[in-house]
Protein backbone atom coordinates (compact mmCIF):
# COMPACT_ATOMS: atom_id res chain seq x y z
CA UNK A 1 0.00 0.00 0.00
CA UNK A 2 1.55 3.53 -0.96
CA UNK A 3 2.24 5.73 1.92
CA UNK A 4 1.39 8.80 -0.87
CA UNK A 5 3.52 10.70 1.03
CA UNK A 6 4.52 13.07 -2.63
CA UNK A 7 1.25 14.08 -2.98
CA UNK A 8 -0.18 17.21 -2.31
CA UNK A 9 -2.78 17.33 0.14
CA UNK A 10 -6.08 16.13 -1.86
CA UNK A 11 -9.34 18.34 -2.89
CA UNK A 12 -12.12 16.65 -1.77
CA UNK A 13 -14.99 17.83 -4.58
CA UNK A 14 -17.48 16.70 -2.65
CA UNK A 15 -19.91 18.55 0.75
CA UNK A 16 -20.09 15.17 2.25
CA UNK A 17 -19.27 15.35 5.96
CA UNK A 18 -19.20 11.32 5.81
CA UNK A 19 -16.68 11.08 3.35
CA UNK A 20 -14.49 14.00 4.39
CA UNK A 21 -14.85 11.83 8.35
CA UNK A 22 -13.59 8.77 6.15
CA UNK A 23 -10.37 10.59 4.53
CA UNK A 24 -9.69 12.46 7.75
CA UNK A 25 -9.62 8.89 9.74
CA UNK A 26 -7.45 7.07 6.77
CA UNK A 27 -4.78 9.94 7.66
CA UNK A 28 -5.18 11.28 4.22
CA UNK A 29 -4.63 15.34 4.50
CA UNK A 30 -7.21 16.83 2.13
CA UNK A 31 -9.02 20.07 2.01
CA UNK A 32 -13.21 20.66 0.60
CA UNK A 33 -14.30 21.90 -2.50
CA UNK A 34 -17.94 21.16 -2.83
CA UNK A 35 -19.04 21.58 -6.64
CA UNK A 36 -22.34 21.09 -8.18
CA UNK A 37 -23.06 19.05 -11.03
CA UNK A 38 -26.26 17.58 -12.02
CA UNK A 39 -27.08 14.09 -10.10
CA UNK A 40 -30.26 13.03 -11.52
CA UNK A 41 -30.09 9.62 -13.35
CA UNK A 42 -30.70 9.59 -17.29
CA UNK A 43 -33.41 7.63 -19.30
CA UNK A 44 -32.42 3.69 -19.39
CA UNK A 45 -28.91 4.54 -17.64
CA UNK A 46 -27.38 1.75 -16.11
CA UNK A 47 -26.27 2.06 -12.34
CA UNK A 48 -23.05 1.40 -12.79
CA UNK A 49 -22.84 4.32 -15.88
CA UNK A 50 -24.35 6.61 -13.69
CA UNK A 51 -22.07 6.76 -10.67
CA UNK A 52 -18.76 6.61 -13.23
CA UNK A 53 -20.60 9.67 -14.95
CA UNK A 54 -21.71 11.79 -11.84
CA UNK A 55 -18.13 10.94 -10.23
CA UNK A 56 -16.42 11.93 -13.58
CA UNK A 57 -18.27 15.24 -13.65
CA UNK A 58 -17.47 16.77 -10.71
CA UNK A 59 -13.91 15.71 -10.17
CA UNK A 60 -13.84 17.80 -14.17
CA UNK A 61 -15.70 20.57 -12.36
CA UNK A 62 -13.73 21.39 -9.72
CA UNK A 63 -11.66 24.25 -10.30
CA UNK A 64 -7.66 23.30 -9.36
CA UNK A 65 -4.08 24.38 -9.91
CA UNK A 66 -2.82 21.74 -13.03
CA UNK A 67 -0.91 19.88 -9.95
CA UNK A 68 -3.56 19.44 -7.62
CA UNK A 69 -5.09 16.33 -6.97
CA UNK A 70 -8.87 16.85 -7.18
CA UNK A 71 -11.03 13.28 -5.37
CA UNK A 72 -14.45 12.93 -6.34
CA UNK A 73 -17.31 9.82 -5.69
CA UNK A 74 -20.44 9.26 -6.18
CA UNK A 75 -22.62 6.66 -4.16
CA UNK A 76 -25.84 4.77 -5.36
CA UNK A 77 -27.83 2.10 -3.95
CA UNK A 78 -28.82 -0.43 -6.36
CA UNK A 79 -31.90 -2.62 -5.91
CA UNK A 80 -33.30 -4.94 -9.05
CA UNK A 81 -31.37 -2.75 -11.20
CA UNK A 82 -32.90 0.39 -9.76
CA UNK A 83 -31.53 3.37 -8.35
CA UNK A 84 -32.28 4.51 -4.94
CA UNK A 85 -31.63 7.90 -4.66
CA UNK A 86 -32.05 10.58 -1.83
CA UNK A 87 -35.27 10.50 -1.00
CA UNK A 88 -37.74 12.98 -1.93
CA UNK A 89 -39.40 13.23 1.57
CA UNK A 90 -40.60 11.16 4.31
CA UNK A 91 -42.98 8.82 2.99
CA UNK A 92 -40.66 8.34 -0.49
CA UNK A 93 -37.73 7.28 2.44
CA UNK A 94 -39.98 4.83 4.01
CA UNK A 95 -40.83 3.50 0.09
CA UNK A 96 -37.16 2.81 -0.07
CA UNK A 97 -36.52 1.12 3.24
CA UNK A 98 -39.97 -0.95 2.78
CA UNK A 99 -38.26 -2.00 -1.16
CA UNK A 100 -35.06 -2.84 1.22
CA UNK A 101 -36.58 -5.03 3.93
CA UNK A 102 -35.13 -8.31 4.36
CA UNK A 103 -33.59 -8.62 1.00
CA UNK A 104 -29.91 -8.00 -0.87
CA UNK A 105 -28.52 -4.99 -2.62
CA UNK A 106 -25.85 -3.28 -4.10
CA UNK A 107 -23.70 0.27 -3.38
CA UNK A 108 -22.15 1.25 -5.91
CA UNK A 109 -19.69 4.02 -5.40
CA UNK A 110 -17.79 5.77 -8.58
CA UNK A 111 -14.42 7.07 -7.57
CA UNK A 112 -12.39 9.62 -10.06
CA UNK A 113 -9.36 11.08 -8.78
CA UNK A 114 -7.53 13.76 -11.20
CA UNK A 115 -4.03 15.57 -11.34
CA UNK A 116 -2.97 17.30 -13.72
CA UNK A 117 -4.35 15.76 -17.53
CA UNK A 118 -4.31 12.42 -15.87
CA UNK A 119 -7.76 11.24 -14.73
CA UNK A 120 -8.86 7.57 -14.05
CA UNK A 121 -12.15 5.95 -12.57
CA UNK A 122 -12.95 2.96 -11.08
CA UNK A 123 -16.30 1.43 -9.43
CA UNK A 124 -16.56 0.06 -5.61
CA UNK A 125 -19.70 -2.82 -5.13
CA UNK A 126 -20.53 -4.12 -1.52
CA UNK A 127 -23.32 -6.27 -0.88
CA UNK A 128 -25.67 -5.19 1.74
CA UNK A 129 -28.58 -7.68 3.07
CA UNK A 130 -31.34 -6.28 5.62
CA UNK A 131 -33.08 -7.96 8.31
CA UNK A 132 -36.80 -8.02 7.40
CA UNK A 133 -38.58 -4.43 8.98
CA UNK A 134 -41.35 -3.79 10.55
CA UNK A 135 -43.99 -1.09 9.68
CA UNK A 136 -43.20 0.32 13.15
CA UNK A 137 -38.84 -0.33 12.41
CA UNK A 138 -39.49 2.32 9.68
CA UNK A 139 -41.86 4.66 11.03
CA UNK A 140 -39.31 4.96 13.92
CA UNK A 141 -36.74 5.75 11.37
CA UNK A 142 -37.80 8.03 9.20
CA UNK A 143 -39.00 9.77 11.99
CA UNK A 144 -35.69 9.84 13.25
CA UNK A 145 -34.75 12.38 10.24
CA UNK A 146 -31.45 10.26 9.38
CA UNK A 147 -32.45 9.02 6.14
CA UNK A 148 -33.46 12.33 4.49
CA UNK A 149 -29.96 13.24 2.30
CA UNK A 150 -28.98 9.53 2.65
CA UNK A 151 -28.37 7.62 -0.68
CA UNK A 152 -30.74 4.54 -0.53
CA UNK A 153 -32.62 6.21 2.67
CA UNK A 154 -30.23 4.82 5.19
CA UNK A 155 -27.09 5.97 6.88
CA UNK A 156 -25.18 2.30 7.77
CA UNK A 157 -22.77 3.96 10.46
CA UNK A 158 -25.94 5.37 12.08
CA UNK A 159 -29.42 4.40 13.44
CA UNK A 160 -29.85 2.28 10.29
CA UNK A 161 -26.99 -0.09 11.65
CA UNK A 162 -29.57 -2.17 13.32
CA UNK A 163 -31.45 -3.61 10.11
CA UNK A 164 -28.09 -4.31 8.40
CA UNK A 165 -27.54 -8.32 8.73
CA UNK A 166 -24.73 -8.62 6.52
CA UNK A 167 -22.12 -6.76 4.24
CA UNK A 168 -19.91 -8.50 1.91
CA UNK A 169 -17.26 -5.68 0.76
CA UNK A 170 -16.17 -2.51 1.57
CA UNK A 171 -18.11 -1.36 4.54
CA UNK A 172 -16.33 1.92 4.09
CA UNK A 173 -18.23 2.30 0.70
CA UNK A 174 -21.34 1.64 2.21
CA UNK A 175 -20.75 4.85 4.11
CA UNK A 176 -20.01 6.57 1.23
CA UNK A 177 -15.90 6.56 0.39
CA UNK A 178 -13.99 3.21 -0.55
CA UNK A 179 -11.27 3.80 1.35
CA UNK A 180 -8.80 1.35 0.30
CA UNK A 181 -9.62 1.68 -3.24
CA UNK A 182 -9.12 5.22 -2.90
CA UNK A 183 -5.87 4.77 -1.42
CA UNK A 184 -5.01 2.48 -4.29
CA UNK A 185 -6.19 4.97 -6.95
CA UNK A 186 -3.66 7.81 -5.38
CA UNK A 187 -1.17 5.70 -4.98
CA UNK A 188 -0.91 5.16 -9.00
CA UNK A 189 -0.97 8.96 -9.17
CA UNK A 190 1.61 9.14 -7.27
CA UNK A 191 3.83 6.41 -9.16
CA UNK A 192 2.72 8.09 -11.87
CA UNK A 193 3.84 11.45 -11.21
CA UNK A 194 7.63 9.57 -9.95
CA UNK A 195 7.70 8.15 -13.33
CA UNK A 196 6.85 11.64 -15.00
CA UNK A 197 9.86 13.04 -13.32
Request: glycine residues 8%; hydrophobic residues 50%; charged residues 20%.
Amino acid sequence: MATLTLLPPVILASASPRRAELLGAAGIPFTVRPVDVDERPRADEAPVDYVVRVALDKVQACVAAPDAVVLAADTAVVVDGCILGKPADPADAARMLRTLSGRAHDVLTGVAVRRGARTAVEVCSTGVTFAPLSDDDIAWYVASGEPADKAGAYAVQGLASRFVERIDGSYSNVVGLPVVLVCRMLGALEANGRSAA
